[in-house]
């Protein structure tokens, strides 16, 4: 029986064969860029959620003396993971944006729409528009007090600036694009492009306003540096609010841009 069984298992390994076989290395290369970009950004968003959503009401209930003992340790290590996991899902999502993405709506436009568009200038402009939003930002946190001081302002005002933004991006994306009077931005450019640019937006928040805050706060508390300004909290908390907010959109954009739901383009 058990001969008779095994009779056939050349014929079933031969069927799995034609289901699962190894990637030739373009695909190798698509397959770590964007298993590297789910992994890290996991880590990163998983522990932005923590930060607001738990350590932030927890940390209202500690006495000095239990933050002293516990944050060096917990928010230190945890900020480690949070820093270089925003810069992992950055590098990792721009190169397969550039390389897979852009690059092959740039080719359509040069091939099918026999124009003269150069990759490398639509990367760098696309990536001036976060830049130009983080440095207002960082602006109004670090020197308008008044606006921060309450959430529900700040929150207005970060909303018609992003709304804003986005808007220049679609602009940007349709005519970087178009050849001849037709822009060939794909649905994958535009919503990729968004929130993408939410992410690197989100990412200059950790390593401008996040970090370097609580690095000062951390080590006031551990005793091994100066007092720190009592502003830094209320930054650190308010630039951390807003990527916990424009986490949303920018899964949003990310989630829809393989044609479940053409938001924008075709």
């Known amino acids: 029986m058990l001969i008779e069984s095994t009779a056939h298992l050349p014929i079933s390994l031969a069927f799995f064969q034609e289901v699962f076989h190894a990637p030739d290395g373009a695909a190798l290369g698509r397959i770590i860029l964007r298993w590297s970009h789910f ?54 999502g721009l190169a397969y944006f550039a390389m897979y993405i852009l690059k092959t709506d740039v080719n359509n436009a040069n091939v099918l729409g026999r124009g003269d568009v150069n990759v490398w200038y639509v990367l760098f402009m696309w990536m001036l528009y976060p830049i130009v939003l983080f440095a207002i930002e960082f602006l109004i946190i670090k020197k308008a007090p008044g606006l921060i001081k309450d959430g529900r302002v700040f929150a207005i005002v970060m909303f018609l600036l992003v709304a804003l933004f986005t808007y220049g991006l679609v602009a940007f994306f349709t005519s970087a694009l178009e050849v001849g009077g037709e822009s060939y931005a794909s649905n994958k450019s535009y919503s990729i492009g968004i929130g993408g640019a939410y992410g690197i937006l989100m990412m200059l928040n950790v390593w401008g306003i996040i970090w370097p805050n609580n690095k000062r706060i951390i080590a006031a508390t551990a005793g091994t540096g100066p007092a720190a300004p009592p502003e830094l909290a209320r930054q650190a908390f308010i630039a951390s609010r807003t990527n916990a907010w424009l986490s949303l959109p920018m899964l949003l954009f990310m989630g829809t841009s393989h044609g479940d739901w053409v938001i924008l383009g075709k």
Not at 41 to 67: C, E, H, M, R, S
Request: charged share 15%.
């Open 39 to 92: 992994v890290a950004g996991i880590l990163w968003i998983g522990l932005l959620y923590f930060f607001n959503l738990v350590n932030v009401p927890v940390q209202k209930g500690l006495d000095a003396d239990t933050k002293k003992k516990v944050n060096p340790d917990l928010l230190g290590r945890a900020l480690w993971y949070f820093r270089w996991g925003a810069v992992v899902t950055v590098l990792a």
